[in-house]
């Protein structure tokens, strides 16, 4: 149903609508199908919490500082339906009633019970009435109630507008001033969707007696065939009040059509109806309901204030008119790098920011798109705008105190109020922004298509507050967003100019200043030479010690360092001149840094071996200095294949995927390995035996193999030097269910506290000249653009007490 008939929906509900043809005295009416009820309510609300909104929002509208919601529940909705069809099928009626005592809703008090069954053990034996009697049993002892101490309803108010869909009321009120939550005439309709019977009990402060109201919503299924003005639906006069002051109205949903249960019921209130009661306000969602499933009261929670001050980066913003003037004024900050910015837009700016910007078919550059200056006036009706958003960097939050007691905690708590900026008016949702499937700002699009996926719906808990009427920002009928209009258009382009150009700018400007620029990433990637250059000296030094029969294995070794000199330098350069045309400095640094950390790491290696040969040479006799060298050379060999893995880093390689074994990959790594694990008694685990094929740039994979491997070794070098007998290991682990590698070692591990510090640039525990904090820097970001996830395990003390051990590499791409 869409939303001009809806917005008609007074007429259409007036089955006389005339439309005269022919003759004068002939007159052919429009007639309203019953189940086009149907179609308006159970069916145009889209679920049980939108259903349940609607139902607590008319308690607001009629002036009730507080709604109350009861739900008793005896009798599953499941085990009512199975019931029903084991009728159906002819069993009998004691084994029913047996099967039914067993699916009570456990925790049902007994005496709710008896009553229940005191009701269907009467009829056993005889199907008919035993089905009858369940059917009322079942509403009977299974509805909720929503209750108000607001203005209530009067028996005409009953009969004329209540009974009226799509009554222009409220509409006509909010025209004038008003400020209703709804104006449509049709959110009522929402309890058809909870249960198929209900009933109305309502009062004025100036009437003596209740009136009351009942509706039997099977009546418009989709098999009747009756029209709407043929079912007669009159509202009685019930009984006296006991107060005549007394107001208010209670609406009960019985003959229930949905499952529910206590955790179900929490779980709906303490989600997402806990999202649409203003939660960035601390208790507002406890005074304003009061909520109890079979008694029990469920308590709504709220942000609570201690996350929202941990935000990593915040913008605070409001759009004010001064002498109707568009004044936009606020503070974008991220105190995390110590960097804030002013807003302070005003006047043209701000109508330049609200243009409507269009995208032109067969242009390019500047003339693909075309602006459209937003009229005034519509600026002015979207009237005063409010906009909080709170940005967290989920890899670097920390356990909170008085609130979390682990990191993972602390992106819980994130994951349960993130989802983007929400949108309120009066403190109310307007539902759908800021839900899981809804990108109003469109901050998913952006963030996945920028290295480092900043400023995602799930790193954001934001809120956007209004107090525009629904003549400026009307919601569309089936609550799927705000009806598209200039002032619609307005909001969202200054949300979006707020997050994007403002907040998110901030954080990635701030976030280059702490890396390194082009040149010392370029820098970085020749260092190689300089230990080249040492490796080459030594060998010279050999080659002056060694006989005549043994230098020509020293030439041979000379000329392979210089050949893996050439192809190093080679494949610096063909990075370079690969990586000229990126948009993304950073992602210079990464490929260029990465190459020269990598090439460092393999002569550093080459640059050891020589000199541990040179070792041996002066201490052994002529048939073991031959032995010594063959070894050396077989070294080299080895070390020339690492370099060549390296080569799908460079050049066009760079950002080429293939599908490829990481079994045999990490086999290839640790292959590669073997002499330095030897020399250093490092016993390597991995056991995996399957198959578990991945679609990567292999040489990114190999690089963070590397340098955790790397990592692990240096410090289990380190533990072997603290403790002589320390039996160094490290373990390698594929898990294809979870998508995950893990790397682990029995080193000294990492302090809790430093858990996502190791993952800065230039953070490293090694002593000067050692380490340059790039590695696991550079493994991250490598994994980051594979869309994975690079991080320590947060389980403390697996290896020694109250250290991390363990890396893992996530690479489920849809798990962020």
């Known amino acids: ?105 456990p925790g049902t008090p007994t005496e709710r019970t008896a009553a229940f069954f005191a009701t269907l053990e009467p009829a056993v034996g005889r199907a008919t009435r035993f089905r009858a009697a369940l059917k009322a049993a079942y509403r009977r002892h299974n509805w909720i109630e929503i209750s108000d101490i607001g203005e209530g309803m009067s028996m005409e108010t009953l009969s004329d507008v209540y009974l009226t869909v799509g009554t222009r009321s409220r509409r006509r009120m909010n025209v004038a001033g008003a400020s209703y939550l709804g104006d449509k005439g049709v959110g009522r309709l929402s309890a058809m969707r909870l249960g198929n019977y209900l009933e109305v009990k309502t009062s004025t402060a100036e009437e003596r007696r209740w009136n009351k109201l009942r509706i039997d919503w099977t009546l418009f299924s989709h098999e009747s065939e009756q029209s709407v003005g043929d079912i ?15 107001q208010g109205t209670v609406i009960r949903v019985s003959d229930l059509t949905v499952e529910w249960n206590e955790t179900t019921f929490a779980a709906l209130f303490q989600g997402k109806i806990a999202r649409m009661i203003d939660p960035f306000v601390p208790g507002r969602g406890n005074k304003l309901l009061r909520v109890r499933f079979n008694g029990s009261r469920i308590a709504i929670p709220s942000i609570p204030a201690e996350l929202l001050k941990q935000a990593h980066a915040t913008c605070f913003a409001s759009l004010t008119f001064e002498d109707n003037e568009p004044v936009l004024e606020g503070t974008v900050s991220y105190p995390y790098r110590n960097a804030s910015r002013p807003i302070a837009q005003r006047g043209a700016e701000v109508y330049s920011i609200t243009q409507n910007v269009f995208r032109r078919r067969g242009k390019r550059g500047h003339a693909a798109t075309l602006a459209a200056p937003i009229r005034p006036k519509a600026l002015k009706d979207l009237g005063p705008v409010d906009v909080k958003v709170y940005w967290y960097n989920r890899l670097v939050v920390e356990k909170i105190p008085d609130l979390t007691n682990t990191v993972k905690e602390t992106r819980d708590e994130i994951r349960r109020w993130s989802g983007g900026p929400m949108l309120f008016r009066y403190g109310f949702r307007i539902l759908p922004y ?128 210089k050949l893996m000199g050439d192809q190093c330098e080679k494949l610096v350069g063909k990075t370079n001149e ?74 066009e390689k760079r950002q080429t995927k293939s599908t490829f074994d990481l079994g045999d990959t990490v086999r290839l790594v640790l292959e590669n390995h073997q002499n330095q694990f030897r020399r250093h008694s490092i016993k390597i685990n991995f056991d995996f035996e399957g198959k578990y094929k991945i679609n990567a740039v292999k040489g990114m994979v190999i690089q963070i193999l590397e340098n955790l491997i790397a990592n692990s070794v240096y410090w289990l070098k380190q533990q072997k030097n603290l403790e002589p007998k320390f039996k160094p290991e490290i373990t390698i682990d594929i898990d294809p269910e979870s998508k995950a590698m893990t790397v682990e070692d029995n080193g000294p591990g990492i302090d809790p506290r430093r858990r996502e510090t190791i993952f800065e640039p230039f953070v490293t525990s090694k002593p000067p000249g050692q380490g340059r904090g790039l590695g696991l820097y550079i493994s991250k970001e490598l994994a980051r653009y594979h869309d994975w996830q690079l991080y320590l395990d947060d389980r403390v003390g697996r290896v020694r007490l109250g250290r991390m051990n363990m890396f893992v590499l996530d690479m489920d791409d849809e798990r962020k």
């Open 232 to 246: 007669d639906i009159k509202p009685k006069l019930g009984p006296v009040k006991d107060d005549k002051a007394e």
């Open 578 to 651: 690969a990586i000229d045309d990126s948009v993304e400095e950073r992602e210079k640094f990464v490929h260029l840094a990465g190459i020269g950390l990598m090439t460092e790491f393999i002569f550093h290696e080459l640059d050891r071996a020589v000199g541990h040969t040179m070792e041996l040479l002066a201490n052994v006799d002529g048939l073991s200095q031959k032995a010594a060298l063959e070894a050396l050379e077989i070294q080299l060999h080895t070390l020339q294949k690492r370099v060549a893995a390296f080569d799908e880093l460079a050049g």
């Open 1 to 105: 149903m869409n939303d001009s008939l809806c917005g008609d929906s007074e007429r259409l509900t007036r089955h006389l609508l005339e439309y005269r043809i022919g003759p004068e005295d002939r007159v052919v009416s429009f007639r309203f199908a019953a189940r086009t009820m149907l179609e308006l309510g159970k069916e145009l609300i889209s679920s049980d919490e939108v259903a349940l909104y609607e139902l607590i929002k008319n308690g607001i509208d009629a002036g009730s500082p507080r709604v109350e919601i009861n739900a008793r529940v005896v009798l599953p909705y499941a085990a009512y339906s199975a019931a029903l069809e084991s009728l159906d099928g002819g069993i009998q009626t004691r084994r029913v009633l047996t099967e039914l005592r067993a699916k009570i809703l």
């Open 434 to 561: 800021g839900e899981p499937d809804d990108d109003w700002v469109e901050l998913d699009r952006n963030a996945f298509g920028q290295s480092g996926f900043k400023l995602n719906r799930q790193q954001v808990i934001g809120r956007v507050s209004v107090k525009s009427a629904h003549t400026a920002l009307s919601e569309q009928t089936n609550r799927e967003g705000l009806v598209a209009s200039d002032a619609q258009q307005a909001l969202r382009t200054i949300v979006m100019w707020l997050l994007h150009g403002e907040l998110r700018e901030l954080i990635n400007t701030a976030d280059k200043a702490e890396q390194i620029n082009r040149r010392e990433a370029e820098k970085l990637s020749f260092d190689f030479r300089e230990t080249q250059g040492s490796v080459t000296e030594a060998l010279e030094t050999l080659r002056r010690q060694t006989t005549p029969q043994q230098r020509e294995a020293v030439d041979r070794l000379g000329k392979l360092v």
